[in-house]
Each structure stands twice: as C-alpha cells, then as structure tokens.
C-alpha cells in the first residue's frame, strides 16, 4: 500500500467528487504518479521516491531486490568455498553434495 500525499484543496475535490457519485472510480496511477479524478475531470500529480516507485511497479520486498543480484551471490559463495571450503561446515562435501544425517533414536519420556 502506498500512502500518497496531496494537498488539503486536492483532498476536498476528490472528498466532494466521491460524495456527488460514490460509485465512480478514482485511478491511481503510480507508473505516472497521478490521481485521476472520474469522468475524465482532472488528475492531481504526486510524488514518490524513485526507489520505493521501483520496487513497487516492479513487485520487488527486501528478497525479490536480493535476488536480482543472485548471479553475483553464486559467485561469491563459489570463490568463498574455493579459499575457504571449512566455511560450508561438515554437512557438506566436495562436489556439492551433502552427508545424508541419520535419525536418532529419541527417549519414550523426556527427562526434564
């Protein structure tokens, strides 16, 4: 949702064209950063920060913006396991597999 900032004048027509017919639509259009009024009356123009118009037009949350960038992270992490192989832990071996875990047999009670 994004909260969009007009002028108090701009509030009242839009206030008194939703009075006079409630059942027309007024447009937001965020691609143009106007409000358009019904019926072809008049559009009031507002602001947003590009970076927030971006990630909204484009469906982008702090994951989405992340994973534009998921090339890169691979490649990291494919230098990182070269230098630093200790660093991906004992669950995993060369070649990108991992050691199979086997289940543990659990107590019939639990001793508090």
Same mark, same amino acid.
């Given at each position: ?51 927030? +118009? ?7 949350? #702090? ?6 960038? &998921? *090339? $890169? !992270?691979?490649?990291?992490?494919? +230098? ?7 660093? #991906? ?6 070649? &990108? *597999? $991992? !050691?199979?875990?086997?289940?543990? +047999? ?7």
């Amino acid at each position: 949702m994004l909260p969009v900032v007009l002028p108090a004048e701009q509030c009242a027509i839009l206030a008194r064209d939703a009075e006079e017919a409630p059942n027309d639509p007024i447009e937001v259009d965020l691609d143009r950063q106007e409000v358009r009024r019904a019926n072809g009356k008049g559009s009031f123009a507002f602001e947003v920060e590009a970076f927030k +118009r971006h990630c909204l037009l484009n469906g982008l949350d #702090d994951i989405g913006l992340t994973m534009q960038k &998921g *090339g $890169k !992270i691979d490649s990291f992490e494919g +230098r990182r396991s070269e230098m630093w192989p200790w660093l #991906d832990g004992f669950g995993y071996v060369k070649g &990108g *597999g $991992k !050691i199979e875990a086997r289940p543990i +047999r659990q107590k019939k009670t639990i001793d508090w």
